[in-house]
């Protein structure tokens, strides 16, 4: 891990959800029980990142499961056809309050929190679902607050996605660092003030056009060391 460069730690951490925390790799089952081939869950994931970021753009609102469902039919009228959309979007959708969190998070959000790190999740998603997920992996006290773009009115990065977390933990931008897998995400945090680590999952390299992290991390528990 790259160590924290010598400045104030942060007084709140800000997790990303889909993939920072989530294993969303469950998902790719539900999509071959609908009839679509696994290998697909990253192109639909991506998919619905971009509808939802492209309506923030153009001053739209809708929701993760909206967009999620749209981006599925599209997938199962082109690969699909003979499949029940309705049947087969809310089979995927009841998958993502199931899904497990990746092996480094319990010991690593349970050593942050213990270390008096006050700790909130701010998701595309639906804080509804955050909770669910934390909830079964035993992790829901550690956290202080289940935030979702729905109630910021703006996807992430939009600036108001990160104000409205700072503003719901009570700091400035400059005390408070988002912890995400996504470069765009940490991206758009740095751009917003605040402090920002990237779990590296991936081997790939962090895109040269984007802010750095301030603390890059293997993972959860990494991070937390």
């Known amino acids: 891990m790259i160590p924290l460069p010598r400045a ?22 539900r999509l071959t029980d609908i009839g679509l081939p696994g290998h697909v869950l990253p192109a639909w994931f991506a998919g619905v990142l971009r509808d939802g970021v492209a309506l923030t753009l153009a001053g739209g609102r809708a929701t993760f499961a909206d967009i999620a469902g749209d981006v599925l039919r599209t997938l199962l009228a082109r690969q699909a056809p003979a499949a029940d959309p309705r049947e087969a979007v809310a089979h995927v959708l009841d998958g993502l309050p199931r899904l497990p969190v990746h092996p480094d998070v319990p010991e690593g959000v349970r050593a942050l929190h213990t270390a008096g790190h006050r700790l909130l999740t701010l998701t595309n998603g639906s804080a509804g679902t955050t909770r669910a997920v934390l909830g079964q992996a035993g992790l829901a006290d550690c956290f202080e607050a289940h935030l979702d773009v729905q109630e910021a ?27 995400a897998v996504h470069p765009w995400d940490v991206d758009g945090a740095a751009r917003a003030g605040l402090a ?22 293997a993972g959860v528990d990494d991070l937390a060391r």
Do not use: C, I
């Open 196 to 217: 920002t680590a990237w779990v590296r999952r991936e081997p790939g390299p962090y895109p040269s056009t984007m802010r750095p992290a301030d603390v890059t991390a």
């Open 153 to 179: 009115g703006a996807w992430k990065p939009s600036p108001a996605a990160y104000a409205h977390a700072v503003r719901t933990a009570g700091v400035s931008a400059a005390e408070a660092m988002l912890v």
């Open 8 to 29: 104030p730690l942060p007084r709140v951490l800000v997790f990303d959800v889909n993939e920072t925390l989530t294993d969303m790799a469950p998902l790719a089952a």
